[in-house]
């Protein structure tokens, strides 16, 4: 199994993650416009999915500048 994790490149997880971001950041914006409780829960994981994908595109770019 960590044979399988190996292949998978840090850009895919960052795109991955900037997919997941742009999601939240919807869910975010409906729940604005529907005056929803969960809005601050949508604004956390926008934050954490834009985090983890910058994070996934400067992993793969480290690791290809020292390949």
């Given at each position: 199994?960590s044979?399988?994790?190996r ?8 795109y991955v993650f ?5 999601v939240a ?8 416009a529907?005056?929803?409780d969960l809005?601050?829960v949508a ?15 400067r992993?793969?770019a ?6």
């Open positions: 199994m044979n399988f994790f292949r998978i490149s840090h850009q895919m997880v960052g900037m997919l997941l971001s742009v950041f919807g869910l975010m914006v409906a729940g604005l529907l005056r929803s809005v601050p604004g956390i994981a926008f934050v954490i999915a834009g985090i983890a994908a910058i994070s996934g595109f992993n793969d480290a690791h290809r500048a020292t390949s």
